[in-house]
């Protein structure tokens, strides 16, 4: 019989928790380590939406990337949001575990296949991990074929899930590309490292105004590169869960299911120009 504890073992050997930066929280947060599982759901986001699907799939276990309690809580009382979570994880007998930004890291998490999703190869780690070079955040590789900012657009907004969000990007549309850095989930803080890197076009979501515009002033002082593409927040941190799910058939024998529910907090837009 798989335990609680032994799905923890598997994910903390394929995501290790070393690798997690060091603000972040990961790991079980709710559930009885000794628990039988059966079956796990994957997801982004550990939101009501998705322990719904996890009782109508009868899951054991969610598996989700971002975790549930990530800065300080005073209280998990029932008609809070997070509370509302844990006493229905605990009502419904479910145990929540989380891979954050060791899975950013680790090699076929998030950046891995956001990259493999796009058609990049011969990838790198953006950031090396201090210990490991093969690892860490972000990845910086090539396309197979060179081909425009435009294709490569379209590409992206084919790959990824849809949301209300889609894809934006700053650039010359008719520009060639061909190395591309991505990061899933916030990147642009990253920006300076894409500039070393001399990537042609940076994927990730969450760029800020400032810090994009900032970006585009000084890449306009050269050649315009890179190029910047911001998509949903949780569109570029999914593909990744699919991969995870037949480590974990394979590793333990269970069940899994992926969740496809759009969990972007975005429902609609609006007033868009461009095309």
């Given amino acids: ?20 930066e060091d603000w972040d929280r990961n790991g079980l947060v709710v559930g009885r380590p000794d628990a039988a599982v059966e079956r ?45 979570v844990v006493h229905e994880l605990i009502e419904r007998g479910i145990a929540l575990f989380n891979a954050h930004t060791n899975a950013d890291a680790a090699a076929g998490g998030v950046a891995d296949a956001l990259a493999a999703d796009l058609g990049v190869v011969d990838t790198v780690p ?7 070079p093969s690892l860490g955040i972000g990845r910086v590789g090539r396309l197979a074929q060179p081909m425009t900012l435009h294709q490569f657009v379209e590409r992206a907004a084919d790959a990824l899930p849809p949301t209300a969000h889609g894809v934006r990007v700053a650039g010359d549309l008719t ?29 990730t979501a969450d760029l800020r105004h400032h810090p994009a515009s900032d970006a585009r002033e000084q890449a306009l002082l ?32 269970v069940s899994t299911h992926v969740s496809t529910l759009t969990t972007d907090p975005w429902t609609a837009r609006f007033g868009a120009t461009g095309s």
């Fill in 222 to 253: 050269g050649d315009g590169r890179p190029y910047l593409v911001d998509v949903a927040h949780s569109a570029s941190e999914w593909s990744w869960l699919r991969g995870a799910a037949r480590y974990l058939e394979e590793a333990l024998g």
């Fill in 1 to 20: 019989m798989t335990q609680v504890s032994d799905v923890i073992a598997a994910l903390d050997e394929r995501y290790p928790p070393r690798l997690a």
């Fill in 126 to 132: 953006l950031v090396p991990d201090s210990v490991d």
């Fill in 40 to 84: 796990i759901l994957l997801a982004v986001d550990p939101v009501m939406a998705v322990v719904d699907e996890a009782v109508d799939q009868d899951c054991d276990l969610i598996f989700t990337h971002h975790p549930l309690l990530l800065r300080g809580v005073h209280t998990v009382r029932a008609d809070s949001s997070k509370g509302a």
């Fill in 175 to 203: 520009g060639r590309i061909e190395t591309v850095a991505v990061l899933g989930g916030s990147g642009d803080s990253f920006l300076e490292a894409v500039r070393a890197a001399h990537a042609d076009v940076y994927v």
